[in-house]
């Protein structure tokens, strides 16, 4: 999924970021000024709605704090695990088992190819703020073209597995420390 997306920088280093998706404006930056000054311009050329600071897009939650951004996807998360008749799975605390070998030639039978792609697709959506499934879901992603029961099997053990920790995202720190965690 693409967004349009322009960022602006004056002399003084202020820096305005905007982004576009369908009928919804976000922009961000480091000067009130601006985002007063871009309202305005806006204004004056369509008919706009200020919600202010965002908590929700796309399906990811966002919380703002006054040392920082939490990003996560809790609800959309428990939607999938509900799509796919997980939510009441029991949890398990690895996405996947790294030695797992999976191949195009298993002997299972196949499965619908428009169900695991869906199941797939879901997770590729969760890693804007799941890189901890990012491995997993792309080493499953292999297996889009002739998946059978065995590689769907393998695709539910990663929704096992965000069953148990459902709740965790991406902190962004107002400091600028950036370091993964």
Same mark, same amino acid.
């Given at each position: ?79 999938? *695990? ?36 869906? *199941?797939?697709?879901? *997770? ?58």
């Amino acid at each position: 999924m693409s967004m349009p997306s322009t960022s602006r920088m004056n002399e003084k280093r202020d820096i305005l970021i905007v982004c576009l998706y369908v009928d919804d404006l976000i922009f961000t930056g480091n000067c009130v000024k601006i985002f007063d000054d871009l309202k305005k311009e806006m204004a004056k050329e369509f008919e706009m709605t200020d919600i202010g600071l965002m908590s929700y897009y796309l399906g990811i939650e966002v919380k703002q704090r006054d040392d920082g951004i939490f990003i996560s996807q809790e609800a959309y998360a428990k939607e999938v *695990l509900k799509r796919f008749n997980m939510k009441n799975c029991n949890p398990i605390s690895i996405s996947i088992e790294v030695e797992k070998k999976l191949s195009r030639q298993v002997k299972e039978g196949p499965i619908d190819q428009t169900l695991f792609r869906s *199941l797939v697709g879901s *997770l590729r959506y969760l890693t804007c703020t799941r890189p901890d499934i990012l491995y997993a879901v792309s080493y499953i992603s292999q297996y889009m073209e002739n998946p059978t029961t065995y590689h769907f099997k393998v695709a539910k053990i990663i929704l096992r597995y965000l069953k148990g920790i459902i709740d965790l995202g991406i902190f962004y720190h107002a400091s600028g420390d950036m370091k993964l965690v």
